[in-house]
């Protein structure tokens, strides 16, 4: 046997899971509230000692941590066209496990700069031009930036040939030159800049913010949560040598303040009346919705969805839904203790699946032309996607996961939501994924196999 401690610094709890490597199994799981205001250690001693009372004493040859305590990893990213650099600037800045709180698009104005200002970023990632093209916008940008009162670590991923220059305006800044995230029109390129934005949060961010205070009961902390979650997504749907993963999946993660959404897929257009509207969007794809939560964020499942939606969900009276959603808004440790409750908290992970998965899936419009009927596809279409991963504590806990799990997948309602057609459900019940994504980074081939054990899988969908 031989154990590697795994653990998940959360904004909420410590997760701890231990696994032995050389048998590929889970050898218990456990958790404890994160400790983040005094010292993190605490709350990781505690997770460790209900992990003990699973397992036993263990003498862990490896630990490794991932973590979005203390806010997570809190980005902005600046673009040119809002519908191409501006979009590839926050497609890189999600993959590599950020929280986007805003993209902009063209020149900063002085309100936007106030609310840079205002929010403090950990990192910036400044964009804007294919390589050769427009360099107006992103050396504006950058003299706006050279304004701001603190330092911030920027990184600059846009055009090549502006690139220097932007560098010298910002000055003694924290700069970091990445290749352009769009060096052509329509042409992603964002892993290199993802690997920089990974690296500034190993090195300052973890620091910044006091989680290397663990460093005496971890190796490290050696990437961001949800960067860890996409990683272990990337495995499970791909594989790793000869072992094959299970093919393109769609993952929902849905929390108490937001809503995590994972596709692993091309996206290509079914057919070849369908043409390409916007960037081609990556293959392994994140998209974080920060107003849908079932606690913090609970009021921002009632707007997308409405009352009337929510209603017919749960059962409960229409006039009721608003009462009751503000009262959880306002009890956010709130576990429901009767009927009423449990139903509309069932209603509200509905509608929260729903609402972040359309989001995350392409769309589909019709188009008429003079050569006929034409579809604009923006976005990935997921019909073809054969797996959805659902995580989280309000979706591993629930009582009909599955059934909330089913809201995830294509709606005839709704036709131009391009959402996976049939589906079986897969259930993360011991809330392992983003601890295999740690596990993957040394031991990969366990990882995959933990995950195809420990995943369960509850039926197809159609």
Known sequence: MKPVLLVDFGSTNTKVTAVDVENCCILGTAAAYTTVETDINEGLHNALKILEKTTGRLEFEERYACS?????LKMISIGLVPELTAQASREASLGAGAKVWKTYSFNLTKGDMKEIEAYHPDIILLTGGTDGGNAECILYNARMLSE????????LAGNR???????????????????NVMPRLGELNIEPTQKQIREIFLKRIVQGKGLSEASDLVSGIIMPTPSAMLTAMELLSDGWEDSQGIGELVGVDLGGATTDVYSIAEGNPANMATVMKGIQEPYAKRSVEGDI???YSVEGIL???????????SGLNRQKIPELVQFLAEHTDYIPDCEEMEKLDFALACAAVETAVARHAGTLEQVYTPCGLTFLQSGKDLRRVKNVVVTGGALIHAKHTEEIAAHALFDESTPGSLRPENARILIDRKYILAAMGLLSQHYPQAALEIMKKEIAYYGHKE
């Open 68 to 72: 979005s305590a203390a806010g997570g």
């Open 293 to 295: 939560g079932m606690r």
């Open 303 to 313: 707007e997308a969805a409405g009352d009337r939606k929510l209603a017919k969900l």
């Open 161 to 179: 040939c502006a690139a220097d220059e932007c560098a010298e305006i910002l000055g003694d800044r924290s700069v970091f030159i990445c290749e």
């Open 148 to 155: 701001l009162s603190y330092d911030c670590p920027i990184v």
